[in-house]
Structure formats: C-alpha cells, structure tokens
C-alpha cells in the first residue's frame, strides 16, 4: 500500500497518532506536501465525508476525523509556506455565525500566511458585525469569510450589509469560500471574490490587496 493510501485510510480511521508518522514518512519519500494533503488527508476527509452523509458513520467519528486532519496540516504547515516571505497585509478570517467548522478555514489561514499575510482568525461562530469590528479595529482591507452549511451560507450577505451600514464598504473586500459557495451566491451577495479552494484565496488575496 502507498504511504498515500495509508494517510487516507488513516484519517478515516481518526488515527491521528499514525498521522504523525505517516506524514513525516511521505515527506521523506520525497511526496510534495500538497500532494499529501491533496491525495492523503483530503481523499481520506472525502470518504468521511461521504460516510457521514450515507449515515454510515456519526458526529464522533468525524470529530476524530477532523482531530487528526488538523494534525496532519499542522505536520505540513512548514511545507505549503513560502520560506522567509515578510508581513504582507492583514487579513480577517473566520467561519460564520452558526457554523463550527474550521477545517477548511484553519487551511485558508496557513496558505493566507503563507504568501506572508497576517492573518486575524475570529475561530468560528463568528457574528456578521465581528467581522466588520475587527477589520475597523486592525486597519484590514480584506474579509475572508467560511462558511460549510447550506444554512449558514446567508451570514455572508450579512457581512457585505454590515459593512454597508459601517461606511467601510469601499475599503474593504469581502470574500467567500467554503464547499457550498459558489461563484453565482457570491455575485447575488456582492462579494468581492468567491474562490474555491485555499490556495486560490491566498492567490486572489494577494492580487486584491495589490489592486
Ligand atoms: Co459537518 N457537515 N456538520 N461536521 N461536515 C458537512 C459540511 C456536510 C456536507 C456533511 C454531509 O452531509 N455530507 C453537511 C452540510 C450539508 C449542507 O449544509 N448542505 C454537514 C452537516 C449537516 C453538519 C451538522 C449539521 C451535522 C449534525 O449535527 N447533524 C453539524 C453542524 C455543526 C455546525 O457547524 N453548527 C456538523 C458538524 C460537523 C463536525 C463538528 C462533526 C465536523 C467539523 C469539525 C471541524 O471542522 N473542526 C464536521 C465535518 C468534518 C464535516 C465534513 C465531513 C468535512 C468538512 C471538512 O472539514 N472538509 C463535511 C462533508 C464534506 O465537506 N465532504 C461536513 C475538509 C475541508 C478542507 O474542506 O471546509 O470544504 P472545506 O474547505 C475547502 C474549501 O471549501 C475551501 O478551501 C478548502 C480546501 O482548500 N474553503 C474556502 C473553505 N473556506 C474557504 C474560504 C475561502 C475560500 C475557500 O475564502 C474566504
């Protein structure tokens, strides 16, 4: 079995302690960390995800899951920077009121601090007008809002309207992600940019912050 193979079915298996073997033992084969990440960590997040859905599996095991994924970004956190880059601009990010996930936020973060921003994490749960306080508060000209729940997705609208009535709208870009969001939800709330993965967000980040 490939060591790829063995972190995914690792991380449906909440193993997060063979994760921290695992993944330093791809390194050292030579595997690029966004490979692990990709074809490792994320096939074996895909699987749980699927299986949570079909009920095959519960809460429980998903939070293992996740445990052990965010041990293993941890384990590649160094990998997926850019060695050395100097402070960029700061960014807000969080995942929105109502909405406790922060796996796929926690990744925005690492690959936002990568390209050398300085990231602001509000954690999750976080209120539509927080968003627009902290970024007020610490002079930042971009929002990066999560959001992973159908249900949860409206609170961005919410954050684009705070920022409205705040007057800050102009100095401030707003943009989404998370895997219910699509580009068309981000043009109908008036987001500044919808992007689909992390890496994208930190790319498009960097280019709004040099417009
Ligand atoms: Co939840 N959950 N969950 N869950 N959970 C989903 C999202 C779900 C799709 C599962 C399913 O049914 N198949 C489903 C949502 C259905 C829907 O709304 N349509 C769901 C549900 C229903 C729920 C609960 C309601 C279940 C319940 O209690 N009955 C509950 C809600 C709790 C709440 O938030 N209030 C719940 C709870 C949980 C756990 C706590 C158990 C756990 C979260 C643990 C944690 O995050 N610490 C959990 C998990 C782990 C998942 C799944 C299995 C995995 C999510 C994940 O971390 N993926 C998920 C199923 C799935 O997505 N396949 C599911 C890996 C992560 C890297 O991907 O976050 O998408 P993602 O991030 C991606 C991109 O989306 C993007 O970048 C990342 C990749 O590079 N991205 C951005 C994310 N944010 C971005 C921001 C950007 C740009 C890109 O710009 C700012």
Do not use: W
């Not at 009535?165 to 919808?194: C, H, L, W």
Request: one cysteine or more; aromatic letters at 2%; hydrophobic letters at 45%.
């Amino acid at each position: 079995m490939s060591t790829l193979t063995e972190i995914s079915e690792a991380m449906q298996r909440g193993r997060a302690k063979l994760i921290k073997t695992l993944v330093p033992q791809a390194l050292e084969e030579g595997i690029p960390a966004q490979e692990i990440l990709q074809d490792g960590l994320l096939a074996g997040m895909d699987v749980v995800g699927r299986k949570f859905k079909a009920n095959e599996i519960f809460v429980p095991e998903v939070l293992v899951a996740a445990r052990a994924m965010n041990v293993g970004a941890e384990l590649l956190k160094p990998y997926l920077s850019e060695a050395g880059v100097e402070p960029k601009g700061k960014v807000i990010l969080g995942t929105v009121k109502g909405d406790l996930h922060d796996i796929g936020k926690n990744l925005v973060r690492m690959m936002l601090e990568g390209k050398g921003l300085t990231v602001i994490d509000l954690g999750v749960d976080v209120p539509p007008e927080k968003f627009i306080e902290s970024a007020i508060e610490n002079d930042c000209k971009i929002i990066c809002c999560s959001a992973l729940l159908t249900t949860t997705m409206p609170v961005m609208g919410e954050v684009v309207e705070k920022a409205v009535e705040a007057g800050v709208r102009d100095k401030v870009k707003i943009m989404i992600g998370g895997a219910p969001v699509t580009e068309a939800f981000g043009q109908s709330i008036n987001a500044d940019a919808y992007t689909p993965d992390a890496t994208t967000c930190a790319e498009v980040a960097m280019q709004l912050l040099a417009s």
